[in-house]
């Protein structure tokens, strides 16, 4: 699976969009983006995932760029409840497991 | 549904003692991970199950540790005996036949003294 490479740590106000950027250059043509986060104390849950169209579902977007090497995740409006580690995953769809890096730590203040 | 259901949900224990970690994945599911968080190395897999069947160990750290599936309802991940290095969060996840969705249980959070 293709390595990622995410920001450590972001900030964003509470009721302003957060864009959770990744970068994925090596990614191949079959291999789908995946978005996790894990709040403290609990165990990951799955956000969203794409191949290469914009999706959007009621947690968040997600827009993928024309060459597929990079992606954004987008929490439209942002609450204290977003605060999480946020992880970006590259993977074939027929692959089975999720390789967690070190993601992105989103704090949302007041 | 229920959810991923993972016990206990928090364990001490002391060093050289065996420990058991069960786990109960989604009705339906038929694929189940068994992942270790640290600190350190962040998560972890550690195993993984196809319909029951040990698909990839490769992560299982060392022979203290083993993992079955006797059934499509039942996991259990066991270390004996337990070292200190041990402790962890250890999360149990599974998944439906298109794989896209993991569903994570709550972890058991595991203190070796």
């Known amino acids: 699976d293709a390595k990622t490479t995410q920001p450590p740590s972001m900030d964003c106000a509470e009721g302003r969009a957060a864009n959770l950027p990744c970068n994925h250059s090596t990614i191949s043509g079959n291999e789908y983006v995946y978005w996790y986060r894990q709040i403290h104390s609990q165990g990951p849950q799955y956000i969203i995932h794409?191949?290469?169209n914009n999706e959007t579902n009621e947690m968040a977007s997600l827009i993928i760029t024309e060459d597929r090497k990079s992606s954004t995740l987008i929490l439209p409006h942002a609450t204290l409840r977003d605060t999480a580690v946020y992880y970006c995953?590259?993977?074939?769809?027929?692959?089975?497991?999720?390789?967690f890096g070190k993601g992105t730590s989103l704090l949302v203040t007041p | 549904d229920a959810g991923v259901i993972q016990s206990p949900r928090h364990e001490v224990t002391e060093m050289g003692q065996e420990v058991t970690l069960r786990c109960k994945p989604i009705?339906?599911?038929?694929?189940l991970f068994w992942y270790r968080q640290t600190m350190m190395r962040g998560l972890e897999l550690l195993i993984y199950?196809?319909?029951?069947?040990?698909?990839?160990d490769s992560g299982m750290p060392e022979d203290r540790f083993s993992a079955k599936m006797p059934n499509a309802s039942f996991s259990t991940l066991k270390i004996q005996p337990s070292e200190p290095r041990d402790s962890a969060v250890y999360f149990c996840?599974?998944?439906?036949?298109?794989?896209?969705?993991?569903?994570f249980g709550e972890g058991s959070w595991l203190t070796v003294v």
């Open positions: 009705s339906g599911h038929n694929s």
């Open positions: 199950f196809n319909n029951n069947v040990p698909i990839d």
């Open positions: 996840a599974s998944t439906g036949f298109d794989g896209n969705t993991i569903y």
């Open positions: 794409g191949l290469k």
């Open positions: 995953i590259v993977r074939v769809a027929s692959g089975y497991a999720l390789n």
